[in-house]
T-cell receptor
């Protein structure tokens, strides 16, 4: 598509429930990123995919968080046993990052998925 | 890890005014981007500027990599410029993870 698409735009759930957040990146973008933004703060890195593989998942806060990108395009962020502290806006971005790291890496962000855990 | 500081944290201006936003970073960077987050939360990339100067309409940016700072200039402000401006950098050791400043919240009054 023309931009990065994220669904749902808003998700309200109860503590302890499981949620999935979806990201559809710009067509042809090999790199995909998940960030989390709490109110009044800058985004915080969660995970980076290059193609199908998670190149760096060091930002995932704990093992309740998991993300996949099985075909190298759409990605799903999965949160198990949600807690109130997981409430935030989850942002997805994609880029044409060249393999090997050289060159400009300009990220394009989606509109985000606002998660509220009651 | 690398630290990113933005100033001022808040800025309130009348329409038509000019402004300068600053981003300081604590180490050498591969990548520096300025973003505008509108009141609906959408992050829009303004500039990719690890060094040098770029201009796009009423906006321009300058990064002095040797002195570890970047400036974003907004001229003839409009109410649609309101929102939060973020500086984000990618350090030399991690060439894909952006580290973000806390942002400058800009309010343009009509």
């Amino acid at each position: 598509g023309a931009g990065v698409s994220q669904t749902p735009s808003n998700k309200v759930t109860e503590k302890g429930k499981y949620v999935e957040l979806r990201c559809d990146p710009i067509s042809g973008h090999t790199a995909l990123y998940w960030y989390r933004q709490s109110l009044g703060q800058g985004p915080e890195f969660l995970i980076y995919f290059q193609g199908t593989g998670a190149a760096d998942d060091s930002g995932l806060p704990n093992d309740r968080f998991f993300a996949v990108r099985p075909e190298g395009s759409v990605s799903t962020l999965k949160i198990q046993r949600t807690e109130r502290g997981d409430s935030a806006v989850y942002l997805c971005a994609s880029s044409l990052k060249p393999q090997g790291g050289a060159g400009a890496n300009v990220l394009t962000f989606g509109a985000g998925s606002r998660l509220t855990v009651l | 890890g690398i630290q990113v500081e933005q100033s001022p944290p808040d800025l309130i201006l009348q329409e038509g005014a000019n402004s300068t936003l600053r981003c300081n970073f604590s180490d050498s960077v591969n990548n520096l981007q300025w973003f505008h987050q509108n009141p609906w939360g959408q992050l829009i990339n303004l500039f990719y500027i690890p060094s040098g100067t770029k201009q796009n309409g009423r906006l321009s940016a300058t990064t002095v990599a040797t002195e570890r700072y970047s400036l974003l200039y907004i001229s003839s402000s409009q109410t649609t410029d309101s929102g939060v401006y973020f500086c984000a950098v990618e350090d030399m050791d991690s060439n894909y993870q952006l580290i973000w400043g806390a942002g400058t919240k800009l309010i343009i009054k009509p």
